[in-house]
């Protein structure tokens, strides 16, 4: 078997796996969505535009966002100054992600896994051990992102009907899944719990502290991103591994 049948057997394989990682995460984008739905609905939005939305837009606060501003009939720098706000976190994540990928990936490959990026894939991917091969990203994106597109339609289509209570529960299941990703590594290495801790408490502190309470949830994360992963880079650096390979 020559080489470039090996390394298409092995991206097969990866690709698998990362369709096997975003199950999980595509029944609670499926739960989520459902809200998001709602908000997609009273912007005016059909549920072929609602899916559309959400197929092209991977972000939950971005989309919040842009609806509000839809529904609000907000201009149209309106819409792309709070998305961009919203959503500029994913520029790091995709920086940061970056960083993982061997010397030889070409352009194309960074980009479309930059296209895909979320906070909940972002997380499976960075926690690969060595290189990332980027169909690892393209499976898990295959199967969370219709998950949030048919979730978002089909919250449209029903989202109204359902009762106000029954609506902010399934917002939770983002939330519960999220925790899923970051505990295990966690509980495995002190330092990333201890940055896991200082992120709760630093949120905390800017959701009830006079003028940091007044920023956009999309500035607060930029900021606390920044800072927290920047300080835990200097006081407890990863120490670089000359022997990655790429992951199977």
Known sequence: MNSKNTTRLNNKKVFIKGMHDGVPIALGYLAVSFSLGIAAKNAGMTPFQGFLASALCNASAGEYA???VMAAMGTYFELFIITLVANARYMLMSAALSQRFSPDTPFHHRLLVG????DEI???SINRPGYINPYYNYGAFAVASP?????TACGIVAGNVLPLIVTNALSVALFGMF???????????RV??????ASFIA???FSVLPVLSSLSSGTTIIILTVVISAGAALLRPIKDDSSHKEAE
């Not at 296209?115 to 979320?118: L, Q």
């Not at 990703?181 to 495995?188: D, G, L």
């Open 115 to 118: 296209f895909g990026i979320t």
């Open 147 to 151: 998950g949030w597109s048919i979730g």
């Open 66 to 68: 842009a609806f509000t």
């Open 122 to 124: 972002f997380g499976i």
């Open 179 to 189: 925790l899923g990703i970051i505990i295990p590594p966690a509980k495995e290495d």
């Open 192 to 197: 990333v719990g201890a940055v896991v801790i």
């Open 203 to 205: 949120s905390y502190a």
